[in-house]
C-alpha cells in the first residue's frame, strides 16, 4: 500500500523559511516523479513544483519560482520542499503526491501559514 | 498557461438523480484530463484520468468524456457519499498542470 506521511508544516512570518517532508512507502519511491500542489483557505488546488524520479529534473511554477526548491533523497525515501521568502498568498495546505501527470496517491496534507 | 474553468459553481442534486459536471479548457488538452473528488479535511482523491478511464476502484456511476476543449463528468445517480468538490486537472502541457475552480455538488 502506497503511503506519503507528510511533516514541517507550522507558522512563520513574512519572508521566513520552512522545510515540507513527505516521506514514502509502498512503492519504489526512485522510479516515481513526486509533486507538490497546495490549496489555499476555502480555495482550489493548485501544482507547485514536480521532480523526476532520479532528482534530475525540476519544474516549478512561476508563482514560487527563485522562492522554493524541490528535492529528494531517494535514499530515505523523502521527497521536501524548501521555502523561502514565504509570502502571505503561500498560506496554504501542501500535498505531496505521486507520479507525474495526474496523482492516484497523495499525501495527508500540511499546513504552512504565513503571519506579518 | 492553459485556463481550466468548471461550471456551475454549485449544482444542487437531490440523491438518486444524475449530476453532469463541465469542465473547459483555454486551448485543446486532448484527451490529457483528469478529474478529482474532494471532502472537506481530505485530499484529492483520483476519479478519472485520459479523459474517461476509471482510476482504480471507483464505482461505474463515475463517467468521464469529451476531447480536446470540452469535458464532462456524469455521476449516473449520486449517492450520499458522493457529495463533495470535483476538479479537472489537464496535464497536455505537462510541466505547468492546471487545476480548474472546482464544482461543488450540494444536497437539494
Known amino acids: 500500500e502506497v503511503q506519503l506521511l507528510q511533516s514541517g508544516g507550522g507558522l512563520v512570518h513574512l519572508g521566513g523559511s520552512l522545510r515540507l517532508s513527505c516521506a514514502a512507502s509502498?512503492?519504489?519511491?526512485?522510479?516515481?516523479?513526486m509533486n507538490w500542489v497546495r490549496q489555499a483557505p476555502g480555495k482550489g488546488l493548485e501544482w507547485v513544483s514536480a521532480?523526476?524520479?532520479?532528482?534530475?529534473?525540476?519544474n516549478y511554477a512561476d508563482s514560487v519560482k527563485g522562492r522554493f526548491t524541490i528535492s529528494r533523497d531517494n535514499s530515505k525515501n523523502t521527497l521536501y520542499l524548501q521555502m523561502n521568502g514565504l509570502r502571505g498568498e503561500d498560506t496554504a495546505l501542501y500535498y505531496c503526491?505521486?507520479?507525474?501527470?495526474?496523482?492516484?496517491?497523495w499525501g495527508q496534507g500540511t499546513l504552512v501559514t504565513v503571519s506579518s | 498557461e492553459i485556463v481550466m474553468t468548471q461550471s456551475p459553481a454549485t449544482l444542487s442534486v437531490s440523491p438518486g438523480e444524475r449530476a453532469t459536471l463541465s469542465c473547459r479548457a483555454t486551448?485543446?488538452?486532448?484527451?490529457?484530463l483528469a478529474w478529482y473528488q474532494q471532502k472537506p479535511g481530505q485530499a484529492p482523491r483520483l476519479l478519472i484520468y485520459?479523459?474517461?478511464t476509471r482510476a482504480t476502484g471507483i464505482p461505474a456511476r463515475f463517467s468521464g468524456s469529451g476531447s480536446g476543449t470540452e469535458f464532462t463528468l456524469t455521476i449516473s445517480s449520486l449517492q450520499s457519499e458522493d457529495f463533495a468538490v470535483y476538479y479537472c486537472?489537464?496535464?497536455?502541457?505537462?510541466?505547468?498542470?492546471?487545476f480548474g475552480g472546482g464544482t461543488k455538488v450540494e444536497i437539494k
Open positions: 503526491a505521486k507520479d507525474g501527470y495526474y496523482f492516484e496517491d
Open positions: 509502498g512503492f519504489t519511491f526512485s522510479s516515481h516523479a
Open positions: 521532480i523526476s524520479g532520479s532528482g534530475a529534473g525540476k
Open positions: 486551448q485543446s488538452v486532448r484527451t490529457n
Open positions: 485520459g479523459a474517461s
Open positions: 486537472q489537464q496535464y497536455n502541457n505537462w510541466p505547468a498542470l492546471t
